[in-house]
């Protein structure tokens, strides 16, 4: 069974730093695409950064220049580093993974627990 497991999320001031990291294990023949969205209370979920099994990089519009987003495909894990945080990055971060599992033929989404992270002004 394909699991994604967080870790890395917390609290910190304004212009603080975090790096959130997310590792998937199981059976798992290939991972085409990782990244990360985020939930804030009240608001929908969105997409914050991916990254493409070639390395190709895509982020939101609110964390270009500040988030960097890294893969480790030997570890089937990815980071996302998070520089010059403002409170309104403050959110349920949930990472994903579109993977093929083994004995399939399909990809499937899967998701992390979610990690919590509060930027304090």
């Known amino acids: 069974q394909v699991q994604l497991a967080e870790s890395g999320g917390g609290l910190v001031q304004a212009g603080g730093s975090l790096r959130l990291s997310c590792a998937a294990s199981g059976s798992i023949l290939s991972i085409n695409v990782m990244g990360w969205y985020r939930q804030a209370p009240g608001k929908q979920r969105e997409l914050v950064a991916r990254?493409?099994?070639?390395?190709?990089?895509e982020y939101a519009n609110s964390v270009k220049g500040r988030f960097t987003i890294s893969r480790d495909n030997a570890k089937n894990t990815v980071y996302l580093q998070m520089n010059s945080l403002k409170p309104e990055d403050t959110a349920v971060y949930y990472c994903?993974?579109?993977?093929?599992?083994?004995?399939?033929?399909?990809?499937?989404?899967?998701w992390g627990q979610g990690t919590q992270v509060t930027v304090s002004s």
């Open positions: 994903y993974a579109d993977l093929v599992p083994s004995g399939r033929y399909n990809s499937q989404r899967y």
């Open positions: 990254i493409i099994s070639h390395n190709s990089t």
